[in-house]
């Protein structure tokens, strides 16, 4: 699962998914909080290997975030017009609102979906700089001659 789609979101929280999306969530999609403020979406089958690496945090470190994905988990199935609702709770957490609109992101293995101006503002402090940094810091500058 791969793009970014901007989309609209209704009253009761619905969200249209682009086909390229929802072939690749399938027909059961948990959804949580995921760390950056946005809701994480991802398909029902690949819940488990998410929980057993949060389970494996120590609560020392890691009780802040156990708490928060954990307990925010939901399970929800597109409807047949490919909407997924996401529960009030999560559209809070994400700031998702009707009159703001939302921002899909396939990351592979998993979709986030963000507020439209908190993912602008995410992605407005990702500069041409950052970006070479950031490429250089997992290896791809010399892949791409930067």
């Not at 809701?39 to 609560?59: D, F, H, K, M, T």
């Not at 996401?86 to 994400?94: S, Y």
């Amino acid at each position: 699962m791969w793009g970014e789609f901007e989309r609209g979101m209704d009253e009761k929280g619905r969200i249209v998914l682009p086909p390229e999306l929802r072939l690749g969530l399938g027909a059961e999609v948990t959804l949580t909080r995921a760390p950056d403020g946005a809701v994480l979406a991802l398909p029902a089958n690949g819940w488990s290997a998410i929980e057993a690496r949060l389970q494996g945090v120590s609560p020392l470190d890691g009780a802040a975030l156990l708490r928060r994905m954990l307990s925010a988990r939901h399970d929800v199935r597109p409807d047949a017009l490919g909407r997924l609702i996401v529960p009030r709770f999560l559209r809070e957490w994400a700031g998702l609102s009707t009159d703001n609109g939302v921002v899909l992101l396939g990351l592979g293995e998993h979709v986030e979906i963000w507020s439209r101006a908190r993912w602008h503002d995410f992605a407005a402090q990702f500069t041409a700089e950052n970006v070479r940094i950031a490429a250089k810091a997992v290896g791809l500058d010399t892949m791409f001659g930067i």
